[in-house]
């Protein structure tokens, strides 16, 4: 079916009591839980598609996530903001809404990503702040996993970093930018004293590669591998077997995305 309009929305989330972005049967989701807010907002006479930017992972959440809604209508953007912050669940909210050509198409088009992964380490942090970040109970080097984090920037080969690949997977990727800092972005009065933040922007990324680089980066910290590995594990001809070590799902956040309309 062909809509007159297309919109593009951007909204933010807490991921921690949803099993990621796309549907599933018998779980809750976040796209479910969209589409069924903007049929309540829409009514059921209007008909409506929505696209997400791309799947996230179970307990992972967004501070900016994009969504292509297309309509058969017009939308005034203060009011449906409005209406639909006030009808949808207390861990979504709508925070823009913008008009987008009738080529734009939210999967193909030209995006940045920047994720960051927040963590703390040493002493078990509060329970309260297990929806946000992943306490590592053990000491880490955090000098030696800054350095490695700078390795996975720039061009390489990313076959060990991704699972359940398909055939047509390309494993040659660019990072723009990686590295880790003390965490000044995501404050809470629960968290440790002090919470680090891995940052990693780039314009694709492989299933779980966030998650098997931040465990990677957990085990340098650890002392169980050394800067050696992390190159090596990024070369072309690699074993291509995905490493083991993936970090929790819930310290990681799709912190922004950015489109060309």
Avoid at 201 to 217: C, N, W
Wanted: proline fraction near 2%.
């Amino acid at each position: 079916m062909k809509y007159q309009f297309t919109y593009l929305i951007k909204i933010q989330f807490l991921g921690f009591r949803f099993h990621g972005w796309q549907k599933q049967l018998d779980v809750k989701t976040l796209h479910d839980m969209v589409d069924k807010t903007l049929s309540f907002v829409f009514g059921n006479d209007q008909k409506y598609k929505t696209l997400g930017v791309g799947r996230t992972d179970a307990k992972v959440s967004a501070t900016k996530y994009g969504l292509q809604l297309f309509v058969d209508f017009e939308i005034e953007s203060k009011e449906f903001l409005e209406v639909f912050n006030l009808n949808t669940t207390a861990d979504i909210k709508a925070l823009s809404i913008q008009k987008a050509s009738s080529s734009f198409n939210i999967i193909n088009s030209s995006k940045v990503k920047e994720y960051h992964y927040y963590f703390s380490f040493g002493e078990k942090p509060h329970p309260f702040s297990a929806p946000f970040l992943v306490g590592i109970h053990q000491e880490l080097d955090l000098e030696l996993m800054k350095k490695g984090a700078h390795l996975f920037e720039g061009e390489h080969y990313f076959h060990k970093y991704c699972t359940k690949p398909s055939e047509n997977t390309i494993f040659k990727r660019m990072i723009d930018s990686c590295e880790i800092l003390e965490n000044t972005i995501l404050q809470a009065n629960f968290f440790p004293t002090k919470s680090y933040v891995l940052k990693v922007k780039g314009k694709g990324f492989l299933r779980y590669q966030i998650r098997l680089m931040m465990g990677t980066l957990f085990e340098l910290g650890k002392g169980t591998i050394d800067l050696d590995f992390i190159e090596n594990s990024l070369k072309e001809h690699n074993d291509r077997k995905f490493l083991r070590a993936i970090a929790p799902a819930s310290g990681l956040q799709l912190y922004d995305v950015q489109f060309e309309l």
